[in-house]
T-cell receptor, first 115, second 112 residues
C-alpha cells in the first residue's frame, strides 16, 4: 500500500516570501503520479500542480514549482512570491499509474500567508 | 463553465435517519468518486464509478451506498447515519487515462 507523509502540519510566511512544503511517499511502484491540491477556507479542492514520475523535469505552474526526487521519494512544493490568496490547506497526493484511479492523500499542511 | 456541483452544501440529519447527497458534473467525465473528509483530516476514498462499474473500498462501511443513474449524476446514500459520519463529503470526477481529479465544493453533513 502507498503512504504519503506531510511532516509540517502548519506553516506561516510573510506575504511575498517564498515557502516550501514537504512531502514524502512510500511506494514500490515505478510509474505513478504525484499531485499538490489546495483547499482554501471555502473548502473546494483545487489542483495546484502534478508530476509524472517518468518525467525527470520538475513541473512548474507560474509561482508554483516542485522538487521531485524520485530516488528519495520526495515531492516538495515551492510557492514563490506568496500571496494572501495562497492561504489554504495543501494536500500532497499519490496515484498509481493508469488502471488504479485511487488518490492517496497526505494529512495536509495548513499554510497561512501573513500580510 | 464546466464544473462539479454538489447539493446540498449543508445537511443536518438525525441519528439513524437516511440521507442522500447529490453530485452532478458537466465535464462529461466517465469516472466519479466520493470522498469522506473529517475535520482536519485528509480525504478518504469511499468508492468510485468507472462508467457504470462500481468500485468499493475495502474499508467503506456497508452503511454507505452509491448510485449512478447516468454519466452526469452520482448519489451517496447513508442508510443509517451515526454521529461518526459527521464530515465533509467530496465528489470528484476524472476522465480515465487523464488522472487529474476535479472536485466539487463538498457537502458538509452534521449528524445529531
Amino acid at each position: 500500500a502507498q503512504t504519503v507523509t506531510q511532516s509540517q502540519p502548519e506553516m506561516s510566511v510573510q506575504e511575498a516570501e517564498t515557502v516550501t512544503l514537504s512531502c514524502t511517499y512510500d511506494t514500490s511502484e515505478s510509474n505513478y503520479y504525484l499531485f499538490w491540491y489546495k483547499q482554501p477556507p471555502s473548502r473546494q479542492m483545487i489542483l495546484v500542480i502534478r508530476q509524472e514520475a517518468y518525467k525527470q523535469q520538475n513541473a512548474t505552474e507560474n509561482r508554483f514549482s516542485v522538487n521531485f526526487q524520485k530516488a528519495a521519494k520526495s515531492f516538495s512544493l515551492k510557492i514563490s512570491d506568496s500571496q494572501l490568496g495562497d492561504t489554504a490547506m495543501y494536500f500532497c497526493a499519490f496515484m498509481k499509474n493508469f488502471g488504479n484511479e485511487k488518490l492517496t492523500f497526505g494529512t495536509g499542511t495548513r499554510l497561512t500567508i501573513i500580510p | 463553465d464546466a464544473m462539479v456541483i454538489q447539493n446540498p452544501r449543508y445537511q443536518v440529519t438525525q441519528f439513524g435517519k437516511p440521507v442522500t447527497l447529490s453530485c452532478s458534473q458537466t465535464l462529461n467525465h466517465n469516472v466519479m468518486y466520493w470522498y469522506q473528509q473529517k475535520s482536519s483530516q485528509a480525504p478518504k476514498l469511499l468508492f468510485h464509478y468507472y462508467d457504470k462499474d462500481f468500485n468499493n473500498e475495502a474499508d467503506t462501511p456497508d452503511n454507505f451506498q452509491s448510485r449512478r443513474p447516468n454519466t452526469s449524476f452520482c448519489f451517496l446514500d447513508i442508510r443509517s447515519p451515526g454521529l461518526g459520519d459527521t464530515a465533509m463529503y467530496l465528489c470528484a470526477t476524472s476522465r480515465a487515462g487523464l488522472e487529474t481529479q476535479y472536485f466539487g465544493p463538498g457537502t458538509r453533513l452534521l449528524v445529531l
